[in-house]
């Protein structure tokens, strides 16, 4: 079992669809108020980071992939199977050292023709949907990085 937390950003969401391509059974950890968009991004099983009950009563896990980071994170580490993964884009667990049998990496992407065309092909075929907010010309990029930098829902995608 493997747990994606931030299932529902763009990192998470193409981590979701990654574990299940693999065959992994998978659990969307998001916020308790985004349990509903949750539903919709294709993992297993939905649990709410942000409840102290949901986490506890989450089964070990062989992994957790980790887009958020800080708390949430040291709660999480404690979860998984001894020799199991922690693996994250943002920073390890301040808590790390305490889970000798965990295997901790960072996670950095780099690139990969194969890896890109199957991500495109699937948002191609509606696989795999990453919430687009706004549609801004070229010529508007740095007013497109402005909204970026402020945040919020969906990404911005430049069209020539």
Not at 24 to 42: F, M, P, Y
Request: without cysteine; proline residues 4%; hydrophobic residues 45%.
């Amino acid at each position: 079992m493997v747990m994606v937390v931030g299932a529902v950003g763009n990192v998470g969401r193409s981590a979701v669809f990654t574990a299940k391509a693999r065959g992994a059974s998978v659990i969307a950890g998001v916020l308790k108020r985004q349990t509903d968009e949750a539903k919709t991004v294709g993992a297993d099983q939905v649990a709410a980071t942000d409840d102290d009950g949901a986490i506890a009563n989450l089964a070990p896990l062989d992994a957790v992939a980790d887009t958020v980071g800080g708390r949430t994170a040291e709660k999480l580490i404690a979860k998984v199977k001894p020799e199991g993964v922690y693996a994250s884009v943002v920073e390890a667990p301040q808590n790390t050292a305490k889970y000798p049998s965990i295997n901790v990496v960072h996670v950095f992407s780099k690139f990969d023709r194969k890896t890109l065309e199957f991500m495109a092909e699937a948002v191609r075929d509606g696989k795999l949907v990453i919430p687009i907010s706004q549609k801004l010309p070229l010529s508007e990029a740095a007013e497109a990085q402005a909204a970026a930098e402020k945040g919020g829902g969906g990404k911005i995608l430049l069209v020539a």
